[in-house]
T-cell receptor
Framework: NAGVMQNPRHLVRRRGQEARLRCSPM?????VYWYRQLPEEGLKFMVY????????ESGMPKERFSAEFPKEGPSILRIQQVVRGDSAAYFC????????????FGPGTRLTVL | QKEVEQDPGPLSVPEGAIVSLNCTYS??????FMWYRQYSRKGPELLMY????GNKEDGRFTAQVDKSSKYISLFIRDSQPSDSATYLC????????????FGKGITLSVRP
């Protein structure tokens, strides 16, 4: 029974490049959340998606960041034209239902922007 | 005022000690309360999950919620070196949008 899977685990990009982070939720889970953890900061909510729908993107920066959860395949968090301030650990969590406050986290993707 | 405040730590205790970790919050809409454990460079692991006020016990761990004081606690009995990790409190309101609001976390070290 695999947990939440994220890849890559580590990603290095130069300023101006694009970063794509992938998340496969736990089997049977159709709700995906993305969080960001900056050094010395707590986890901050970014976006909540269900299959083919963005439910809440109130935590997403207005520019350069986008997320999707297609009908088939993993959820993708995309960061265009990365800057050094984007360096952080990005975590995906999944939940089996609406109002699913029990969220199970993946191992994270650690993004380093050079 | 931040929505969720957590003692910054770090906290160091001897093996076998009782550990008390606490968070306060300001948003009275929070109804679900969770504690996560995060080992270095790993993802958060859900430890305890409670709804509204009351206590919940699971092995050596006890979670308490006092909504009247907007205060939650996690107690660890007979602490072990393997409990050394960062502990994060998290909470959310009821309803369809259940994004979690986290405390900053406290790093616990249990000395053998």
């Amino acid at each position: 029974n695999a947990g939440v899977m994220q890849n890559p685990r580590h990603l290095v990009r130069r300023r101006g490049q694009e970063a794509r982070l992938r998340c496969s939720p736990m089997k049977g889970h159709s709700h995906v959340y993305w969080y960001r953890q900056l050094p010395e900061e707590g986890l901050k909510f970014m976006v909540y998606l269900q299959k083919e729908n963005i439910i809440d993107e109130s935590g997403m920066p207005k520019e350069r960041f986008s997320a999707e959860f297609p009908k088939e395949g993993p959820s993708i968090l995309r960061i265009q034209q990365v800057v050094r301030g984007d360096s952080a650990a990005y975590f995906c969590a999944s939940s089996p239902r609406t109002g699913g406050n029990e969220q199970f986290f993946g191992p994270g993707t650690r993004l380093t922007v050079l | 005022q931040k929505e969720v405040e957590q003692d910054p730590g770090p906290l160091s205790v001897p093996e076998g000690a009782i550990v008390s970790l606490n968070c306060t919050y300001s948003n009275s809409a929070f109804q679900y309360f969770m504690w996560y454990r995060q080992y270095s460079r790993k993802g958060p692991e859900l430890l305890m999950y409670t709804y509204s006020s009351g206590n919940k016990e699971d092995g050596r761990f006890t979670a308490q919620v006092d909504k009247s004081s907007k205060y939650i606690s996690l107690f660890i009995r007979d602490s072990q070196p393997s409990d050394s990790a960062t502990y994060l409190c998290a909470m959310s309101p009821t309803g369809a949008n259940s994004k979690l609001t986290f405390g900053k976390g406290i790093t616990l070290s249990v000395r053998p």
